[in-house]
């Protein structure tokens, strides 16, 4: 991935009215391992490497890498959950793991996988503790109670107990539940792991709404690249503990150095076309597919094409985002 150090560093540049703010953070784990009787090994696990970006507010952006990359271990310095080997965090202008309580008003967080809401209890019953627990003026309560209730279709759910709801009832639940309290940024950890087609397009659009309406900072961890696709303009891709690409969506083609096709249908069945910068892939009777880099302008292979064969038709297709990540992840960091 050649251009994707200076991806990252020219986006940085850009981001002045950083509310999220993370520089030079490491985040080192001691992690202790039997390796035989009385025996123990002592290793130290880099979760987070030398972790850099900073987020304005009401950004909605993407935080994707593979399995195991540092994605939830710097969700979790953000929240103040865990504290950071070295750097320097700030979230609102506070540091997380020094003012968790005072931060803890200020964020709203969803982990996908796991609930905050009470296991036992109507689903109101969380809602009324949340009131509670984090003081929410009556008024203010009310009006974002109904909000939700109304966004999320949650009317017919608040007097179910939260273990008998579905996965994506229980979701759009702890959702209005990190959002009670008015919070100025959102974590959301896998928002829309499990659910169906039709509440996954319900839990887009609410987020959407909410930022669209409230400008509320959303920072989006998700393995479902439709999530990205859908709700963020700007992706952070993160690889053994290391930002590989900082930029808009469109541009992890280019960083990715994936190709686009181009499918052309000839007049008759020919040998493989030969033509600069694009290579034939696949030949079916007339119809051949050529490979050319996402980067470049399709023109010239287009008007090459045309001069010297028999032109029928064309079509340009898109490289699939999946693969590009895929591609992506499978190179080293360069950050
Ligand atoms: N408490 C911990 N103790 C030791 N190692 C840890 C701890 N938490 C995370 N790690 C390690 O740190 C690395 C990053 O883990 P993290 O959970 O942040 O990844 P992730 O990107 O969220 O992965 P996933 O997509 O699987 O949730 C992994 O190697 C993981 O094993």
Redesign the pocket.
Known sequence: MAGGAAVVSEYRELRVDAFIEVDRVE?V???RRRTGFMKRERRQ????DSLSFTVARGEMVGYI????????????MLTGI?MPSAGRLRVAGIDPSRERTRLAHRIGVVFGQRTTLWWDLPLIDSYRLAHRIYRIPDARYRENLDRCVELLQLESLLDVPVRQLSLGQRMRGDIAAALLHDPEVLYL??PTIGLDVVSKAKVRGFLRELNAERGTTVLL?T?DLQDIEQLCSRVMV?DH?RLVYDGPLAGLHEAGESERMLVVDLERELPPVRVASARVVRVEGPRQWLAFPAGQSAAPVVAQLAAEYPLVDLSVREPDIEAVIAKMYAEKAVS
């Open positions: 985040k784990f001691d992690v696990v880099r979760a987070v890498g593979p399995n195991g990359a540092g994605k939830s271990t710097t969700v979790k865990l950890d896998e961890t393995h993160i503990g």
